[in-house]
């Protein structure tokens, strides 16, 4: 893949977190980073059994297996250098929550920075960078 092919690949990768995340797939979600580190607002997570565990101790799920979230991701801005095999993608997140007694209200906005690398033909990421800038009411999202 190259040029246009590269770059969404890379997009698809950013909407395949969200999808996992908000479907519960937290073990897909450490698939994702098998040889990725995600930092957040704690000390940064590496491999997929310390991504999966990391969301499954500070994610609320609820009787249907979600934690009844939607990631919006936006404005996402991709780089590939095809000559290194790797890129770099920055987008913007708004995670939205609804629960029978909690009408639909966004709960956190921010931004992703991404690094990805190309291995064996197939990308993957290599750093999730996330910097929440507006939190909400996140008390049935995330565990105190």
């Known amino acids: 893949m190259n040029g246009i092919g590269d770059a969404q690949a890379v997009t698809n990768l950013v909407a395949r977190y969200a999808e996992?995340?908000?479907t519960g797939d937290f073990a897909g979600v450490g698939e994702l980073f098998a040889e990725g580190?995600?930092?957040g607002s704690g000390a940064p997570v590496r491999g997929r059994t310390a991504v999966e565990q990391m969301l499954r101790d500070s994610v609320i799920l609820y009787?249907?297996?979600t934690p009844r979230t939607h990631?919006?991701?936006s404005n996402v801005a991709v780089e590939v250098d095809d000559g290194a095999g790797t890129a770099t993608a920055r987008?913007?997140?708004t995670v939205f929550q609804c629960l029978p007694d909690l009408p639909l209200q966004?709960?956190?906005a921010g931004r992703y920075d991404d690094r990805f690398e190309r291995?064996?033909?197939t990308w993957r990421f290599t750093e999730r960078r996330v910097r929440i800038h507006l939190v909400g009411d996140v008390s049935r999202h995330l565990r105190a």
């Open 20 to 22: 996992l995340v908000d």
């Open 119 to 121: 291995h064996d033909g």
């Open 106 to 108: 966004p709960v956190a």
């Open 37 to 39: 580190v995600f930092i």
């Open 63 to 65: 009787e249907d297996g």
């Open 91 to 93: 987008a913007y997140v």
């Open 71 to 73: 990631h919006a991701t």
